[in-house]
């Protein structure tokens, strides 16, 4: 009996000791290897595959929508600068109004069908003794510059209630020479050994510009400033610099010439007594029906198309078809012509 307790004793110790190594026993049944660091730690779930090198700064940083795509390169002043709509534009001139005449000593305004408004004789202080008036135009204020005179001119200004005048650069012994041009209220003249005579009417500041000659300048019906150089090359030039743009496909030039609104040349020679149109592409030119009058020394074409040739004692309105043509005699050979753009 009592060896028997004692057997049943030791079964039941046996069976508690399993029970607690079961419990407590690592290779069995220990959460930690099959649960721990290993398998859900950092190395699973960490920085390696959620960090910065999956949604970082190199999938959505800078690199793609930083500066190189939307920089100045792409909007900056290459494309909308000082070349596309800056100084080289001499500036809209509007309807024209008169037409301004230099003959003998005196300035003569017409109106556009050819009636005289106004005769004008400039004093003798302005301008050169013995010698007659040459260019004439008009600037932005609506005063009138003449270039007065030939070996020693004068560049006289009417600004409709008295003369001024000042010395300028430049001898015309020549018919070619002594042409004015205004780009605002700058007026520029041309002159044997000089490319020109600039003078601002509002600063009364006179300069000179060096760097080749030219014979006739032109602000366009179209805004822009053109030139006839003493190698026969018609060239458009920089309003601000007067550096040359662009030399047209016209060879040679004619001695005189006037721009369309469209930029297409029209000019004459000084003894042919007809009207030539220059094709922009170079093709040859049309030339007009004899416009009775020979010695041109000055054209100009208006915005709307209207043209006046002067010379040989004569004005000559007509338009760029040459369909009708109003003729004035002149008390003197010599006479230069253009139009004004303010009301008189």
């Known amino acids: 009996m009592l060896l028997r307790r004692q057997l049943a004793g030791l079964v039941v110790a046996l069976v508690l000791l399993a029970s607690c190594a079961q419990r407590a026993g690592l290779p069995d049944g220990g959460e930690s290897i099959d649960a721990g660091t290993p398998d859900s730690g950092a190395f699973d779930a960490g920085a390696l595959d959620g960090g910065a090198l999956d949604g970082g700064a190199l999938d959505g940083g800078a690199l793609d929508a930083g500066s190189l795509d939307a920089g100045p390169l792409d909007a900056g002043p290459l494309d909308a600068g000082p070349l596309d709509a800056g100084s080289l534009d001499a ?3 509007g309807a024209p109004r008169t037409i301004l005449l230099t003959v003998g000593y005196q300035l003569n305004i017409y109106d556009l069908a050819g009636n005289v408004l106004q005769t004008i004789p400039v004093p003798a202080a302005h301008r050169e003794a013995g010698e007659g008036l040459r260019g004439v135009a008009e600037d932005a204020a609506g005063r009138i510059h003449i270039f007065a005179g030939t070996f020693n001119p004068r560049l ?15 001898t015309a012994n020549n018919v070619h020479y002594g042409h004015v041009a205004t780009v605002g209220n700058v007026v520029l003249s041309t002159g044997m050994n000089i490319a020109f005579t600039r003078y601002d009417a509002d600063t009364q500041v006179t300069d000179y510009v060096m760097g080749g000659e030219y014979v006739d300048v032109v602000h366009g019906a179209d805004g822009r400033l053109y030139a006839v150089d003493a190698f026969d090359e018609t060239v458009e030039l920089d309003a601000g610099t007067l550096a040359r743009i662009r030399t047209l496909p016209i060879s040679p030039s004619p001695d005189l010439i006037g721009v369309d609104v469209s930029g297409v040349v029209h000019g004459a020679w000084t ?15 049309t030339m007009s029906s004899s416009l009775g009058i020979m010695d041109f020394e000055d054209i100009d074409v208006a915005t709307d198309g209207t043209v006046i040739f002067c010379g040989g004692g004569k004005l000559v309105i007509t338009d760029l078809g040459v369909t009708h043509v109003v003729t004035k005699t002149l008390p003197f050979t010599d006479a230069f012509c253009s139009f004004g753009y303010t009301p008189r």
């Open 271 to 285: 003894q042919s007594g007809q009207l030539f149109t220059f094709p922009a592409n170079g093709s040859t030119p």
């Open 156 to 170: 006289a200004t009417w600004d409709g209630s008295a003369w001024t005048s000042r010395p300028i650069g430049g």
């Open 91 to 93: 500036g809209s001139l």
